[in-house]
């Protein structure tokens, strides 16, 4: 059966668990024979699940596993072709290194010969020559997870399944590591399917990874294509540092977004509403003159290989990767070249916008104060007598410390002709007819962009007000780093 | 006064010297002396030659060995099936099993004893049968709750590695959480057969005349033979520290399942 190009292929594959959460739906992947797969996301995201399908200690609801072209999906784990690292490696601690390793030669009633052969060979791959007699407590961590390795490939598995073998390392650790497994990939040529939280984990060492997200797959594609090209606004956000802004297509290959107009590589038909990704090191600093947009820093951080450089533009903000430092309050200009911005076509139109937090905390956008309660939105605060915002902790909350967003829907916003009822202003910038709306982009005084649906025609450069119902925003509130 | 934190000790040192050492000291004396207060080993000898006593000995031995094997028989499944099964209410699967403890004892073992009546007849006919059955029912929960303790601590990802390296569901009990339960099954056999040996209530409740250790101490103290029975005390005390040695090496030093939760 090695004709099969394709070691495991995992059709249409749900996981629904009693209470009825969906741990994985509709998950379809093909691995070819010696490939190094990771799947990457948060926790909670359905990957470990996965793995434990493919390893056999769960069942999925519905779909198919097929290994070698044969239905697996419902074969018990102890006769598989295929062994697990465990996260915290799961070593049996009342036998030793020895022991452990011969554990699963035993189970298959190997001679006894063969199986101090296969074990003294495989200790020797792993660099723990001697290592026999010692017991499972007296070694490090990054042992552990050798004897792990070693307990899994003695028995030679047609795929070995990593669950965040280097999770319980150190920084400095888990970069050797990372080498370590990547080479032993190389030389064993066993298909690897490695499962990480971390991006720069599957970026270093995968063929191929499976980004996932909420039990789904977002994206699959080389580590490359994945960083350049990403399908969408998770798999941008999700993988590397990221600058990511809401904007619409003005020409087939000209995109407005972050208060300027760009010259793009992707072609989108004029008028499209787009999410545009900006590397941190695509990002060109220049004098403000010279710049599409302007902005001031705010903050430098020197990371060692690179100047790490907050900007300010308007509302916006934008994180800068340059070898060339800056000074905080320095006002700059910024360019970023074609092939710099990867365009998306927006999932759906939602306006995202910074609100303030000021002194009496209250929530206040362009300096009219939101009629809203904030103790709903921070959770677990409360008002002291003084009408304070205090945390759960007690503690008064600092207004700089929080990032407020707010997001409005295009159909909830009412343009108007009366500005002085509205809350912000602006000139039309784009029109188009979407069948039973107009589609608008509003961009306003304070260099923010709003998407605006609205059944009646206005006229390009209209100047506008746009009145946002409180009521139909939802706020999410974000911790700042420092 | 200046509060300090030694201060909390004091009612427990007190207590200590109290009911523990001065009790203690005065079964050595009582153990090694006689009628007349002079000092003596012949209590010790007494012991050791008297057939009745040996004979008592090892009827304890064997009530108290078939007890706690009983006891792990019917306690090791139970407290497998409840650590490993997944009861979204664990706790009042365990309270069912640990309730019997919290019911006076002598109502449960009079109970149980009508219970032995209307099966057995005469319960004059089964005295070693009557005693274990009355021993197992009373110590079964010390059994459970260390296993319990133990088997639950097990990191699940062991088992799941077993079988992920090729062991059968059996095997991967068999070599792996068998092996690893065994501090569990320590705490509970001493916390089982010792009392076992001694607790004569039970069977003086079951209308049993058989003699075992505890019985034996009871006698001497109703004939005011307050040195023979001390003695005796201090020989169970001596088998007791023995065990503990033994099993201390056993064990390994993560102790938490011993005593079980609720003691």
């Known amino acids: ?317 934008m994180v800068i990767q340059s070898t060339r430092s800056a000074a905080v309050g320095e006002a700059i200009g910024m360019t970023v070249e074609p092939d710099g911005i990867h365009v998306i076509k927006a999932e759906d139109e939602t306006n995202y916008f910074n609100v303030d937090m000021n002194k009496d905390h209250r929530l206040e956008f362009n300096e009219s104060v939101l009629d809203t309660s904030l103790t709903k939105i921070i959770k677990g605060s409360h008002r002291d007598e003084e009408g304070h915002l205090v945390d759960s902790n007690g503690e008064i909350i600092d207004p700089d410390k929080l990032r407020i967003v707010a997001a409005i829907k295009p159909n909830d916003i009412v343009m108007t002709d009366n500005v002085e009822e509205s809350i912000i202003e602006g000139a039309i910038t784009s029109l188009i007819y979407e069948g039973d709306h107009y589609s608008y982009v509003v961009s306003t005084e304070i260099g923010q962009d709003f998407i605006v649906h609205d059944e009646y025609l206005w006229n390009m450069e209209d100047w506008v007000g746009l009145i946002l119902p409180v009521d139909k925003m939802t706020f999410t509130v974000k911790t700042i780093k420092k | 006064m200046k509060f300090s934190r030694k201060a909390l000790g004091i009612p427990y040192a007190v207590f200590l010297v109290l009911f523990v050492i001065a009790p203690l000291l005065v079964l050595f004396y009582f153990a090694f002396t006689n009628s007349s207060g002079e000092f003596t080993v012949n209590n010790l000898l007494g012991f050791f030659t008297d057939p009745n006593t040996l004979g008592t000995l090892c009827y304890s031995f064997a009530i108290a060995f078939v007890t706690t094997v009983v006891c792990l028989l019917l306690a090791y499944p139970t407290a497998y099936f409840l650590a490993t099964s997944g009861f979204s209410n664990k706790g009042a699967m365990i309270m069912i099993f640990v309730m019997p403890m919290w019911i006076n004892f002598s109502l449960r073992i009079t109970a149980l004893k009508e219970i032995l009546s209307i099966i057995e007849g005469n319960l004059a006919f089964y005295p070693f049968l009557n005693s274990v059955i009355g021993m197992t029912y009373d110590f079964l929960p010390f059994m459970i709750l260390p296993i319990y303790n133990t088997i639950s601590k097990l990191d699940p990802s062991l088992t799941e590695a077993a079988r992920d390296l090729g062991a059968t569901d059996w095997n991967a009990f068999l070599k792996v959480t068998l092996p690893l339960s065994v501090p569990g099954i320590i705490s509970g056999i001493s916390m089982v057969f010792l009392p076992s040996m001694t607790n004569y209530v039970v069977l003086d409740m079951l209308y049993n005349s058989t003699y075992i250790m505890g019985s034996l101490i009871g006698s001497y103290f109703a004939a005011y033979n307050w040195h023979g029975g001390s003695m005796i005390a201090l020989i169970l005390l001596g088998i007791i520290c023995l065990f503990t040695l033994v099993t201390d090496g056993m064990t390994d030093e993560d102790q938490t399942g011993r005593g079980g939760a609720l003691l």
Not at chain 1, 31 to 41: D, P, S
Not at chain 1, 80 to 87: D, G, L, S, W
């Open chain 1, 1 to 317: 059966m090695a004709n099969t190009e394709n070691i495991i292929e995992l059709k249409h594959i749900t996981k629904s668990f009693e209470d009825g959460f969906v741990a994985v739906s509709d998950f379809n992947l093909e691995v070819k024979r010696g490939e190094f797969v990771t799947f990457l996301g948060p926790s909670g995201c359905g990957k470990t699940t996965t793995l434990r399908m493919i390893a056999g200690f769960e069942t999925p609801t519905s779909g198919e596993i097929l290994l070698n072209g044969e239905d697996i999906s419902h074969l018990a784990p102890n006769v598989r072709p295929i062994n697990t690292v465990f996260q915290r490696y799961a070593l049996f601690p009342h036998m030793n290194i020895y022991e452990n390793i011969a554990f699963g030669l035993k189970q298959k009633k190997t001679p006894k010969e063969v199986i101090s052969k296969k074990v003294k060979k495989v200790l020797e791959l792993v660099d723990l020559e001697g290592f026999e007699r010692r017991s499972v407590a007296t070694l490090s961590g990054g042992q552990q997870q050798r004897v792990a390795i070693a307990r899994a490939l003695v028995n030679e598995p047609e795929i070995l399944l990593l669950d965040e073998p280097l999770g319980a390392l150190d920084l400095q650790m888990r970069k050797e590591k990372q080498l370590e497994l990547k080479n032993m990939h190389k030389e064993l040529g066993i298909t690897f399917i490695y499962v990480t939280h971390d991006q720069e984990e599957a970026l270093t060492m995968s063929d191929k990874i499976v980004v996932m997200s909420a039990g789904e797959i977002q994206q699959i594609g080389t580590p490359e294509g994945i960083y350049n090209e990403p399908e969408n606004a998770f798999v941008a956000d999700f993988i590397g540092e990221s600058n990511i802004f809401n904007g619409i297509m003005t020409g087939p290959m000209k995109a407005r977004f972050a208060g300027g107009e760009f010259e793009t590589v992707d072609r989108f038909p004029q008028g499209t509403q787009i999410t545009a990704v900006v590397r941190p090191e695509d990002v060109i600093m220049t004098t403000p003159e010279d710049g599409i947009i302007k902005g001031k820093v705010v903050d430098v951080i020197f990371k060692g290989m690179h100047y790490e450089i907050t900007v300010e533009s308007g509302r916006y903000e």
